[in-house]
């Protein structure tokens, strides 16, 4: 009876604890996030191969030989051998050339700056990460979004990344990898949604006050039809709202809790300057010191605000 409420209780238990995992990694809506699911998977019961025989044989010679059990007297005859110390070494070498050869195939297969193949174009996205928020720019369509990517199912997307200032991580659990933005480069990643929906986006790399903030949807469109649609209305609806170098400036600075913003129209390259900003002082030491003033300056309120937000948040606490 015991051991049925032990069986009950663990059962129940793996239940809920799994229950947590809808809408993360371990719920996949892209082919990248399924082979990542794969592979954690494969990689965790080829560890658990020598974990569980090492737990459970602990536990029952620890409760067979244990002090009251009187008539259980460990005495062996002898003091070495060689088929178990063959048996000790070979299961685990084994399990990590295995786990080696898994690492080595998957890493190349599912390198991020690797374009997804047998899925037709991709589509270009250019992500901005500034403080506190993230901006998307389609410059193939010529319009840009704040906290709100959109994109057709089953159309592999390129994402170019690259960030305003401080360091994030852009990241879509449910289809697949993260990837670093970083000021002064740009980085990559290709993903696909197999299945048409709505999923969660963040920033995976703490990064100030407005961090938590840092939040979007990412929209995975039925057809092609509907994303064009959605291009159109972003256009037709936000004609007078245009994303200019002058107008990203004031987007840039800091601000939290963003809500979800539309741009008709984009500047051409305004990603490409975005990512040259802190390269055109090279071997211009005055511009440098510029260019670094600008960015002490951003710094100083950035500390500022963190510092009003420390004591708001202990005034919650508080309460």
Sequence with gaps: MLIRNLCNIALASTVLALSGCKGGILDP?????????????????????????????????????????????????????NKIEAAVWAVPI????????????????????????????????????????????????????VNELVFPANVPVEYKITSESTMNSFFIPQLGSQIYSMAGMETKLHLIANEPGTFKGFSANYSGAGFTGMKFNAIATPTQAGFDKWVSDVK????????????YVELAKASENNPVAYYGKVDDGLFHTIVMKYMQAHGDMNKKQHVMGEHGQMSKKHQAMDEHS?????????E
Excluded: C
Excluded at 236 to 247: D, K, M, R, V, Y
């Design 29 to 81: 809506k892209g082919q990248i996030g399924i082979d990542e699911k794969n592979l954690i998977i494969i990689a965790t019961v080829l560890m658990l191969l020598v974990v569980v025989p090492v737990i459970v044989m602990t536990l029952y010679f620890a409760w067979k030989y244990r002090d009251t059990q009187t008539h259980e007297i460990y005495a062996p005859k002898w003091a070495h051998s």
């Design 94 to 145: 084994v399990i990590v050339i295995i786990l080696g050869v898994i690492t080595w195939v998957s890493t190349q297969e599912l390198d991020p700056y690797k374009p997804i193949e047998g899925k037709g174009k991709h589509l270009t996205v250019e992500v901005v990460s500034l403080n506190w928020k993230w901006l998307f720019i389609y410059p193939e369509q010529g319009i840009a979004t």
């Design 236 to 247: 037709a609806n936000s004609s007078a709202n245009n994303l200019t170098h002058a107008n």
């Design 310 to 318: 420390i004591p708001s948040s202990h005034s919650q606490g508080e």
